[in-house]
């Protein structure tokens, strides 16, 4: 038995209609991602209210639970439906009374649902709730022995671990002690028959080895002799002539079997201690407490022989390193298929993080993305995801790009270049990625569109994840006199023209069967957006690729400088170069540049570029250069975005845009703009 659907309707960032959640789950491990506030720890309470937890925490719905609509208005009903399917004929049997039957499928759907009665939660009766089975919720109500059954374990976020595995008056660890089958195997102690060695000892029950001990503390001559004493020399002397009474020293476990063994298993405690040595180091952290506290919950859910194997985890990586984060993903993975060993059942497990560390271990068709009040999942036909899309995902998404679950936009790129230019430049246009909770993700010149494809649901019709994803692409197309001045051909009659077997294309290339060369390059643009979609939007470079169009819109010479010193950034990170000289010599060249070829904006963009293809610079180490040169621009009194903007690609600025919620408005054909920043939430 596993919970396959979970219905909100009404409550928190949940409202009903088309506005409520429906999550379909599957029966091993799921995982919410978001940002803050987009609804996770709601989905893990509104399954511990349903559902309730196995540590027997209380539980009461909070005037914030009912949610609030757009216009204010507050709601008077919460409904959360649970739908549990593959039950085994036993579970059917426990649970005959509450099943539901459609066709061959047989299902216990639970509804729980909270209607207020008065505005205070400080009156007796605010809020009255019921638990009623069937498809519309008006089968029979679930008896408190039913909806134990379901209970499931709870983590709660930022938990103390050793507090929860410490003795003590219903500690938890004497709950999941009290329900491992084995806890009270064994034999009674039977004082006619003492153990004569420790085999027999062993075979003891833990009832029978309090017995035994119990047995062995009134036997010691110390307690015996103090109790003598206190009887003969004390009581004998205080009590009348006729009183029959006597003090016994003992150890206190009267009460009943059940009673007993409880106040034993709450003298228990759970720690740590070196492997190695078998003897305690001391203090251990919460994160290495954390590990010994799931160990033992997912102890009692695999090991139980009834009831449902649920185990809810808010941030499971909180105090974990990153290397342990991983390893612990990598064991709730196991447990949720069963294959830990043989004898542990396989656990369902329902987990919240913010971790990326997290999310890149995951495999994408277990993650449900939690954003604008709706749940998104990512499994198979879901998404417009192919098979092929999923096998490179596994083995690409690491988590420097699993920020992208996190975030309020995205914007993918193809290089580090952009990674490194875009928060720069995006900062100086008024609209800062830090503060929009913008993701750039570097994929590294492959997979641009299977990372888009994520957030693109298969339904077109369907609602589209709310996170506005730009894709930066490079036109890939050279001018023509770009081939000659990087030294690819010789002239336009040079027979590498025709060669099939070259890598790179000039715009000469897409005049063909009579289209202009405009013609031509507006059909390549077509194929390189053709996939966009919902909130996915690609843009193309204007002309060739990043460092060529900057140069061509306006920053030539701030990209020739930084191309030059990265040219010598070895020899000027070692102090054989300065870096004034070098810039100072970089500013001298390109003025005798653009003495020659100012005026032809290609050849002279196609000069700066040289220093990347024939000068080998590095266009990583340029973009460092770049980004703080036009950062140092930016502190300079009187800057203007509207006029740095116009010296930039448009590509670059309405990626931003659209990723940011930034409004921009052209205010001249030559593509002068005014930015005013606006955020995405407004």
Known sequence: MYLAHLTLCNFRQF????????????????????????????????????????????????????????SGTQSDEILIRCQLSDLSDDEKGAFAEYLTYDGAEVSLIVNWAARRRGESPSARRWVDVSVRSGADGTGPTLEASARELLSSAYLRPLRDAAREMSSGRGSRLSQILANVPEISRGEAFDENALPANADAVSKLSLLGLADYLRHSVKSHEGVGGAETAINNQYLSSLFLRGDSLRGRIDLIEGGSDETRMRRILERLELGLFEASTSSAR???????????????????????????????????????????????????????????????????????????????????ENIVVLEGGRGYSL?????????????????????????LFFAHGVIIVEGDAEALLLPTIARLLGADLTEHGVSVVNVGGTGL??????????????PPISVSVACLADMDVMPDCAPAILGLVEGDEDEKWKSSKRRWKACRDFVDGGKSVDQGLAERRENLIALDGQSVRTFVADHWTLEYDLAFCG??????????????????????????EVEAAAKAEFEDIVAVDGKNYAVLSSRVYA???????????????????????????????????????????????HATGVQIKWTSADGACSVAAKDTDD
């Open 282 to 364: 001391g203090h251990y952290g919460l994160g290495s407490n954390n590990i010994l506290y799931m160990a033992c919950e997912l102890l009692l859910l695999g090991r139980e022989p009834d009831g449902l194997p649920l185990l809810l985890i808010e941030e499971p990586e909180a105090h974990l390193h990153p290397q342990r984060q991983l390893r612990l993903m990598d064991f709730l993975a196991s447990a949720a298929s069963g294959t830990i060993t043989e004898s542990i059942r396989p656990v369902q497990v329902i987990l919240s993080t913010h971790s990326p560390n997290l999310a890149s271990t995951i495999s994408l």
């Open 611 to 657: 220093l990347f293809h024939s000068g080998h610079a590095s266009k990583a180490i340029a973009a460092q250069y770049l980004a703080n040169a036009l950062a140092a621009e930016g502190e300079m009194e009187g800057f203007d975005s509207a006029v740095f903007a116009a010296r930039l690609p448009r590509y670059l600025v309405e990626a931003i845009a």
């Open 15 to 70: 409202g009903d209609n088309e506005e409520k959640l429906e999550l379909t789950l599957s029966g091993g491990l799921t995982v919410l991602v978001g940002r803050n506030d987009s609804g996770k720890s709601a989905v893990i309470d509104a399954l511990r209210y349903v559902l309730l937890t196995r540590d027997q925490s209380y539980i009461r719905v909070q005037p914030e639970d009912f949610h609030i609509n757009a």
């Open 449 to 462: 569109r299977r990372f888009s494809k994520i957030f693109q649901r298969s339904a077109d019709d369907s």
């Open 555 to 580: 920053l030539a010479e701030e990209v020739y400088v930084a191309a030059s010193l990265a040219k010598c950034d070895a020899a000027i990170m070692d102090g054989k170069k300065v870096a004034a």
């Open 379 to 403: 499994a198979k036909g879901e998404t417009k995801l192919d098979a092929g899309d999923y096998r490179f995902l596994e083995r690409f998404l690491d988590v420097t790009k699993a920020n």
